[in-house]
C-alpha cells in the first residue's frame, strides 16, 4: 500500500498542473491546433493585455471593491469582537451558529432578494453589493479574529491596561492591535482575495455596470480565447503571491505562538525551582 502513495500523488498533481501548464501555453502561443504543443511562442496577448485600458479599469474596479470591502469590514468587525468578548462573552456560542447562515443561503436567492429590496428605494447598488460581500464574508472574519482574541488573554491584557490608565482607545491601537496584527493580515488577505476574484454577486447585481477582472475575463473568453487565458494566467499570479504571503505570515504566528509557550514553560519552570529552594531554606533555618 505504500508503494502506491507516491504514484497515486504524483497523478493527482499532474491532475491539477496540466490545465495550468496548457493555460499558460495557450496564452503564450498564437496557434495551437495540429500539434501536442504550440507552434510558436509569444507574449503579445500579455501586452496587449496590459495596454487595453478597460483590463486596467476592470483591476481598478475589483482593487477598488474589494479595498471598500475590506476596510468597512475591519473597522466594523474588530471593535465589534473586542466588545463582546469583554462585555458579553455568553453571546459568542450563539452568534459562531448564527454567522454560518451565509453558506446556508444560495447567493442566487440573496440576489433575487436585495434586487427586490433595493431596486426602487434609490440606493446605489455599488452600496448594496459591498453589504451583500460584508455579509458572505462575516464567517472567515468572526471565527479568525475571535480564535485570535481567545489566544491573546484579551480580558486580561485589557484590565491590565485600564489599571494603568489607559483609554480603551489606546488600548485598541497600542496594546491589542499589535497582539492581533498577524491574524488580522491572513483574515485580510483572505478576504481581499475573494473578494477580488468574486464574479456571481458582482454580475447579478450590477454586471456590465461595473465590470471587474473576472466579467471581463468571461467577456473575452467569448472574444478571444488567447486573452482569456493570458488574464487567467495573471489572476493565477495573483492569487499564488497571495497564497505565498498567507502562508509565510502563517508559519510567523505558529514560531511566535511556540516561542510564547516556551517562555511560559520556562517562567513556570523557575518559579517551581524558586518555591523549592525558598521552601528547602525555610526549612533548614
Known sequence: ?????????????????????????????????????????TLQWFQQ???????????????LLAGVVLVTILL???PTIIWIHLYFPRLNRWLEKLLLLPYALPGVILVTAL??????????????????????????????????MRLINLKELVDAAETLGAPMSTI????????????????????????????????LLIGGRFQTVRIYMLRRMNENGHLASAVMVLYLL?????????????????????????????????EALKGVVTENVFRNT
Do not use: H
Not at 500523488?9 to 495551437?32: E, H, M, N, R
Not at 429590496?117 to 452600496?127: C, D, E, L, N, P
Not at 492581533?180 to 454580475?203: D, H, K, P
Not at 498567507?246 to 504566528?253: G, K, Y
Open 1 to 41: 500500500m505504500k508503494k502506491l502513495v507516491k504514484p497515486i500523488l504524483f497523478c493527482f498533481v499532474l491532475y491539477y498542473l496540466l490545465p495550468i501548464i496548457g493555460t499558460i501555453l495557450y496564452a503564450s502561443s498564437t496557434k495551437w491546433s495540429k500539434s501536442l504543443l504550440p507552434s510558436d511562442f
Open 49 to 63: 493585455l496590459l495596454t487595453d485600458r478597460e483590463f486596467i479599469a476592470a483591476v481598478g474596479r475589483s482593487l
Open 76 to 78: 466594523l468587525m474588530i
Open 115 to 148: 434586487l427586490r429590496t433595493y431596486a426602487k428605494t434609490g440606493i446605489s447598488m455599488f452600496v448594496v453589493l459591498v453589504g451583500a460581500l460584508f455579509i458572505t464574508a462575516l464567517p472567515i472574519v468572526y471565527l479568525s479574529l475571535n480564535n485570535q
Open 172 to 203: 485598541i491601537i497600542q496594546v491589542l492591535f499589535p497582539n492581533i496584527r498577524i491574524g488580522a493580515t491572513l483574515v485580510s488577505l483572505m478576504i481581499f482575495s475573494s473578494v477580488f476574484g468574486e464574479y456571481m454577486l458582482t454580475n
Open 238 to 270: 495573483f492569487m499564488v503571491g497571495i497564497a505565498l504571503t498567507t502562508f509565510m505570515l502563517t508559519n510567523r504566528q505558529k514560531q511566535q505562538l511556540s516561542l510564547k509557550q516556551t517562555r511560559e514553560e520556562k517562567q513556570s519552570k523557575n
